[in-house]
Nanobody, 125 residues
């Protein structure tokens, strides 16, 4: 059974940085794309970033491009999200997800079949 466990969330002032981690277990991590999504209160879950199986291709939403960096360490079965220059509008619960086989590197929730429990990120102004 696949398990994804996020960590690294917290509270930070605007302009600060946080690094989220997501440890995966249960199937061959290096075979699947990984993604980060977020959900703010009263809003739908939205795409943040995605990375292909090898780490050679990455994708970002326009709202985080240039500030966030997704990476992965296949030897550690872990995907990361480095978040810099944080803004109050980045406040949300952040989820990592593991991609469905054969879906490439998806940027929508439909392309992912396993999700973590989420970690809260709060950015104060």
């Amino acid at each position: 059974q696949v398990q994804l466990v996020e960590s690294g969330g917290g509270m930070v002032q605007a302009g600060g940085s946080l690094r989220l981690s997501c440890a995966a277990s249960g199937r061959t991590f290096s075979s699947y794309a990984m993604g980060w999504f977020r959900q703010a209160p009263g809003k739908e879950r939205e795409f943040v970033a995605a990375i292909n199986w090898s780490g050679g291709s990455t994708y970002y939403s326009d709202s985080v491009k240039g500030r966030f960096t997704i990476s992965r360490d296949n030897a550690k079965n872990t995907v990361y999200l480095q978040m810099n220059s944080l803004k109050p509008e980045d406040t949300a619960v952040y989820y990592c997800a593991e991609g469905k086989p054969g879906y490439g590197t998806p940027i929508s929730t439909n392309g992912y079949d396993y999700w973590g429990q989420g970690t809260q990120v709060t950015v104060s102004s």
